[in-house]
Nanobody, 129 residues
Framework: EVQLVESGGGLVQAGGSLRLSCVAS????????IGWFRQVPGKEREGVSC????????YYADSVKGRFTISSDNAKNTVYLQMNSLKSEDTAVYYC??????????????????????WGQGTQVTVSS
């Protein structure tokens, strides 16, 4: 079965850190494009970051640049999102998503949700102020 499973969410104080993991199964990481998104109830899902096997650098939303770092461990079929200096406005359900059978983040807009074929179930991140 092809699936993505997120973990690592939780409750943290403002200024703290969390690391989210997205484990892929049913497909290999030889060619991949994985994005992280987040959603707050009543608001649209927004792109946070994207990493791929072929892009020279990952993509980040302006709101998280300098605070979040995306990385991959191909041997573990896992993509991580290291989140530092967390703010209350980072509170959301975080999802990872994959563009299957491609090796680059979607272009021209990596945040374009319909480009992503496979989604995880989400993990809650709550930042208390």
């Amino acid at each position: 079965e092809v699936q993505l499973v997120e973990s690592g969410g939780g409750l943290v104080q403002a200024g703290g850190s969390l690391r989210l993991s997205c484990v892929a199964s049913g497909f290999t990481f030889d060619d991949f494009a994985i994005g992280w998104f987040r959603q707050v109830p009543g608001k649209e899902r927004e792109g946070v970051s994207c990493i791929s096997s072929s892009d020279d650098w990952p993509y980040y939303a302006d709101s998280v640049k300098g605070r979040f770092t995306i990385s991959s461990d191909n041997a573990k079929n896992t993509v991580y999102l290291q989140m530092n200096s967390l703010k209350s406005e980072d509170t959301a359900v975080y999802y990872c998503a994959s563009v299957l059978a491609v090796s680059a983040c979607p272009r021209p807009d990596w945040t374009y949700i319909p480009s992503y074929d496979l989604w995880g179930q989400g993990t809650q991140v709550t930042v208390s102020s």
